[in-house]
């Protein structure tokens, strides 16, 4: 039974964990409307700045300030930040499918980076020995996790409120007013590529958060972490939640992430351990058909706005000839 509880406490962990990264991209495409196909390099950016910051030097390795936990958080969010806001402002002036390209290159960029900066980075070894909390408790998994899990909420909760204050507020406003009619916002006085830089920006801080307690909770990180897999799952994640939903964000985080580790828990008993690289890829698929399954029965998400249809949009008109014999 205390297998079990810490086994939930450590998959909430990593579900909750997953859910910073859709908030982020949740404010940058629900509520600006930014194809942003590159967010595993911003959370490889707030990993790795946070691990170097709080990981005392090994092994020859630059960085390794030896600063708090906490310390370390904050300078991902700052760094992932920074890093996000000189690309949207070189970026952020291409539209849709040049913009989503243009990010899914910055985040091969990034994880290129970590794999041959060595010095740095640990290349293809990656970073070990993080500080963990609650490190005392490691002998103990089902306190250890439990601790973790508090945490995590607690944090969750911080973000979430304070982006749903966000998007009620008359900045979150202008980035609706951005994403619906882009002409109609500037012509209000409003700086379209202002407000956008700002909103790709806490999108990458939140995300570089995101990576940090990540590699805290695991005590590892390596480049192989940050592969398209991930921005593929984090886009089903929100997809499915319900784009522009805070909440939809969250509990499509928790739920994928549950058919994720579920369906790799199922090839593990079913496959051999010679088919079971192969069969890896049954994750993908199951993904897949759980989204497809979704966008036809909810196309706005679980939680997101559903699409009014054409019949209630627009009410039936009598032919021009009618309506000219009825006036006369």
Not at 213 to 222: C, N, S, V
Request: proline share 4%; hydrophobic share 55%; net charge positive.
């Amino acid at each position: 039974m205390m297998d079990i509880i810490g086994y939930g406490a450590f998959f909430l962990t990593t579900a909750l964990i997953f859910s910073f990264i859709t908030l982020g991209l949740n404010l940058q495409w629900g509520l600006t409307g930014l194809f942003n196909v590159g967010l595993a390099g911003f959370v490889a950016i707030g990993a790795y700045s946070s691990a170097l910051l709080t990981t005392p030097d090994t092994a020859g390795r630059l960085g390794g300030f030896g600063l708090p936990i906490l310390a370390g958080w904050f300078g991902a969010m700052v760094i992932a930040g920074i890093a996000a806001a000189i690309i949207g402002i070189a970026t952020l002036r291409l539209k849709s499918d040049y913009l989503a390209i243009t990010t899914f290159g910055v985040a091969v960029v990034v994880q290129l980076v970590a794999l041959n900066a060595q010095k740095l980075t640990g290349g293809p070894f990656g970073i070990g020995f993080i500080p963990r909390l609650f490190s005392s408790l490691a002998e103990t998994p089902l306190l250890f996790n439990l601790a973790n899990l508090g945490v995590v909420v607690v944090m969750i909760l911080i973000v979430y409120f304070a982006l749903e204050h966000l998007a009620k507020s008359p900045w979150g406003r202008v980035l609706k007013a951005l994403r619906e009619d882009e002409r109609a916002a500037i012509s209000l006085g409003k700086s379209a590529r202002f407000y956008r830089v700002q909103a790709f920006a806490v999108g990458g801080a939140i995300m570089g958060l995101a990576g940090a307690m990540q590699a805290h909770f695991i005590g590892f990180i390596a480049p192989d972490n940050y592969v398209p897999t991930l921005t593929f799952q984090v886009w089903v994640m929100l997809i499915v939640g319900g784009s522009g939903s805070n909440k939809g964000a969250v509990i499509g985080s928790i739920l994928v992430w549950g058919i994720w580790a579920g369906s790799g828990a199922l090839t593990s008993v079913l496959f051999s351990p010679e088919q079971q690289a192969r069969a890896a890829s049954l994750q993908i698929v199951a993904i897949g058909v759980m989204l497809c399954i979704i966008l036809l029965v909810r196309p706005g998400g679980l939680f997101g706005n559903m699409p009014r249809r054409r019949s209630a949009i627009m009410a039936p008109q009598k032919p021009v000839s009618e309506k000219s014999n009825a006036a006369s």
